[in-house]
């Protein structure tokens, strides 16, 4: 479904350019649930940005059924988007509305922008909504505003607008990391969930270890921009994890 070549980025900052992503290749093909580990910096967060068209990389192609999403006009960009659903780390739900406004949010892909601007959506549009909510296990929260939930529940929420996109492709960025363990697991079952029994492919990153091993089909491990692992996560042996997370470097 995705193919990744040869993709770097440089980024440009003040002090001098910075290469955060260096010739990434690897495919990952559709119903694939697969986590990305690596340190702080490591680039796991560019590239997940760069999967969904939210960083255009300074080399290398993302083709997606065949399609370079790098190289898109908007409009052809937008609507690959449209089955993208992203989750992060800080939820990024609008606090004030509710929990079925912030999972309708999911469907404006959908509608042409002048309804989506109204918030005239369709019926079909709030039955997924709903259908989502029910899946997270939130329908009794349905009119609750957002900033009155728990975290576990503001994730869940997140989870249900990314839903309701409908899409193939999940990405998510540290969804776990502002969860204490229990809620943590919880959101890695719901993804997990989702992949097996909807098919749904996943690519989420993730720093903890123990749940990329206990979720993830295939783990895939950056280090200062590069892969240095893909594969099963047997198959992750501790040598290797001391080098990714850069365990054993002494001070240079
Ligand atoms: N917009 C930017 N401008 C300049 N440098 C950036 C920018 N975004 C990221 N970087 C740098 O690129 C490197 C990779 O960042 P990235 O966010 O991908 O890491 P990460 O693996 O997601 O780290 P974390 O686990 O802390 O989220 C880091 O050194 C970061 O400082
Ligand atoms: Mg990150």
């Known amino acids: 479904m995705i193919e990744v070549r040869d993709l770097s980025h440089v980024f440009q900052t003040p002090r001098g350019a910075f290469q955060a992503l260096a010739e990434v290749s690897l495919a990952i093909p559709r119903g694939d649930f697969v986590a990305i580990i690596g340190r702080s910096g490591a680039g796991k967060s560019t590239f997940l940005r760069t999967l969904n068209g939210l960083l255009t990389p300074s080399r290398g192609q993302v083709l997606v059924h065949g399609t370079d999403i790098t190289r898109l006009p908007k409009r052809e960009l937008q609507k690959y988007r449209r089955r993208v659903g ?5 939820f990024n739900l609008v606090p004030r509305l509710s929990v079925l406004d912030n999972v309708l949010h999911g469907r404006l892909g ?3 922008t ?5 918030g005239l959506y369709t ?5 997924i909504a709903r259908r989502e909510i ?3 296990d939130l329908a009794s929260k349905e009119t609750a505003r957002v900033d009155t939930l728990s975290g576990g529940q503001q994730q869940r929420v997140a989870i249900a607008r990314a839903m309701a996109q409908e899409p193939e492709l999940i990405l998510a960025d540290e969804p776990a990391a502002n969860l204490d363990p229990v809620l943590s697991e919880e959101v890695m079952r719901i993804l997990k969930g989702f992949n097996e029994t909807l098919g749904v492919t996943v690519v989420v990153n993730i720093h903890t270890l123990e749940l990329a091993r206990k979720y993830a089909r295939r783990i ?3 280090r200062r921009g590069r892969v240095v692992f893909d594969g099963a996560p047997e198959a992750l042996g501790e ?3 001391d ?3 850069e365990r054993k470097e002494t001070w240079a």
Do not use: N, S, T
């Open 243 to 245: 080098e990714i997370y």
């Open 114 to 118: 002048w309804r989506g601007l109204l």
């Open 86 to 90: 992203f989750i992060f780390q800080q």
């Open 239 to 241: 040598d290797l994890v």
């Open 134 to 136: 029910a899946r997270v």
């Open 220 to 222: 895939v491990a950056f």
């Open 123 to 127: 019926d079909h549009d709030y039955q």
């Open 110 to 112: 959908y509608l042409p």
